[in-house]
C-alpha cells in the first residue's frame, strides 16, 4: 500500500492557505498540515482597511467564504480534508530528517511533523522604524485582524487626531479609513511625494485630492521621535526633522513591510538581497523539497531580469499555486512579476504596472512618455468621469515600459490592458492598434491608452515635441525666458490659468500670429493638449521654430494656478 504524501504548510493567512487547497484538489489522500501562529486563517488583509472606515460591517466577512463559511479550523478538517493547526509556531526545520519542530502557544507544549514536502507561506511582517520612543502606547502597525481591533478601539473611544508615518498603500488607504470616521489625519512620508511607485507629477496630483478631502501630508521630513506627557506612557505628539511636532491621540506606522523569512536562514535557505526566501521558476527554494511563495518570498521580475521583493496578495495566490502544483509532483512553471497594483482613495482611483519613468531612467533607458487626460467614457455619457494616463516606452524601439492611470473614472481596464501588454513585450504602435472592445457605456471610441500610445507614437517619431508639466514648472521657478501660450477660450482662461501666460483661443490664432514672439521657446497649453498640439502644428507650419506642447495640459499640471482675468 502506498504511503499518502505528507505535505505541511507553515503560515495560514493567504499563500498557505491557497498551496493547501490545491495540494487537497490534486491528491485526495495526500495528509495536509497547515501550522499558523495566529488565531485567524485565510482572511483578507487587504480588506483591513474597509474594515475600520466601516465599509465592511465585521471582521468575520473578511475570514468567509463566499458561502458565509468562516474559514476556521472547522472548515478545513470538514470541507477541504486539510488539518489546520492556529495558535501554531513552527519553530525549526529540520532538513536532513524532513521534519519541523512545532509548539502549541496555548499548551506550551512541542512535538515534530514530518513532511515529505514543505511550502513555507511566511508572510511579512510590519517594517517598525528604530524611531526613538517607539515603545510608547497606541503606536500601531496594521498586519492582523488584532491590529484592525486595536485601531477600532481608539476610534470608538474618542480618539480624533491620528499621525500616519510612511506614504505607501497600506498608508494611504488608512489615511481614507480614518478621513470616514471623522479623524484628523497627518500623513508623514521622508520622500518627496506619497507612493513613490507613481512619478512626481502624477503623486502630486493624487496629494492635491487627499488634501481636498482633509489629509495634511508632509512630504521631505523624517519622524525623529515620538513624545509623551511626563508620567504617561501613551504618545501624544510626533517630532520632525524641521523642529516641528504634531499633536497625536495614536500613531500608525505604515513604513512597508520585510519578508518574515527568519525560520528559512535558520535553516539555511538561500536568502535573497532584499531578505526574502530565493526560489526558482518552480517556487522551490535551494532544498528541492522545500518550496515558498507569498510575502516571504523574492520574485523575478520580468523587466528588470532581477529579484524583487513585492508583496502583493495577488502575487502570493498565483505564486501558491504554482508551488503546490510542484510540490505535488507536477511541472508547472512561474513566469515573475510586472509588479502591477492598484487602489482607491476616496474618489481617485490609482494604478501602474511596470517601470514607471523614473525607474526607467536609473536603469538606463532612453525614454519617452505620454500623459494624455480624457473622460473614461464619451463626454456625452452621464457616467464619464475623467482619468489621466501616462504610457512609458523605450525612445528608440517604441517598446512599452510602463503605465500610471489617475483619476475618477476607470482605472483598472487600462492598467490591465497594459500588464498583459507588457507580457507580450508590445511596442506603442502595437498597443495603438489592439482590437478593444467599444461602445460608449464603456470607453470612448479610442479609448485612453490606445490615445496615449498614439500620442507617445507621435513624440517618438518627432511629429510632436512634448514638454513635462515638471519640466515647465522648473523652467518658470528658474526665470527663464519662456512664452506660455494658452489657446483655451474665455470662460476656460478665467477657470484657471498658469501665471504670466498669454491667452489666445485656438479658433484666432490664425489672425494673431504676430503676436507670438520667434524668438523664445514657445509652450502651447490647453485642458488636455489636444488644442496645445493643433495649436503647435499651425505655428511651425508658419515659421515657429522652438514650439512644445505641455503634456497633459492643465488637468495634469500639479502645481499652483492663477484664477480670474
Known sequence: MIEPKKIVIIGGVAAGPKAAAKCRRLDQTAEITIVEKGYNFSYAGCGMPYYISG?????????????????GAEYFKNVKAITALNRTEALTIDRENKKIRIKNLETETECDLEYDKLILGTGANPAVPPIEGIKLLNIHTLHSIEDCEALKNLIDTGAKNVVIVGGGLIGMEMAEAFRIKGLNVTIVEMLPHILTYLDFSMAKLVENHLKEKGCKILTSLKVVSFGHEDGSIKVS?????????????????????????????????????????????????????????????????????????????????????????????????????????????????????????????KMGYDIVSSVCPAPDKPHFMQNSKPIIVKVIAEKSTGKLIGIQVIGLGDVSKRVDIMAMALTNEMTAFELANVD?????????????IITAANVLENKRQGIMDGISVEEVYEKIENGEDIFLLDIRGDEEWEWRHLANSTHIPIGELRNRLDEIPKDKEIIAYCKISLRGYEAALILEANGFENVKVMDGGLLAWPYKYETGK
Not at 238 to 243: A, K, Q
Not at 285 to 305: L, M, W
Not at 436 to 448: E, G, K, Q, R, V
Open 436 to 448: 478593444l472592445a467599444y461602445a460608449p457605456p464603456f470607453s470612448p471610441a479610442m479609448d485612453n
Open 237 to 361: 505628539r510626533v517630532n520632525l526633522s524641521d523642529g516641528s511636532s504634531i499633536q497625536a491621540d495614536f500613531v500608525l506606522v505604515a513604513s512597508g513591510v520585510r519578508p518574515n523569512s527568519f525560520l528559512a536562514k535558520e535553516a539555511g535557505l538561500e536568502i535573497g538581497s532584499y531578505g526574502g526566501i530565493t526560489v526558482n521558476e518552480y517556487m522551490q527554494t535551494s532544498d528541492p523539497n522545500i518550496y515558498a511563495a507569498g510575502d516571504c518570498v523574492e520574485y523575478y521580475n520580468r523587466q528588470t531580469k532581477k529579484n524583487v521583493f513585492a508583496p502583493f496578495g495577488s502575487t502570493a495566490n498565483r505564486s501558491a499555486r504554482i508551488a503546490a502544483i510542484n510540490a505535488m509532483g507536477g511541472e508547472a512553471k512561474f513566469p515573475g512579476i510586472l509588479i502591477t497594483s492598484i487602489c482607491k482613495l476616496f474618489d481617485y482611483n490609482i494604478g501602474m504596472t511596470g517601470l514607471s519613468e523614473r525607474e526607467a531612467k
Open 55 to 71: 465599509q465592511v460591517s465585521n471582521a468575520y466577512e473578511l475570514m468567509e467564504t463566499a458561502t458565509g463559511e468562516i474559514r
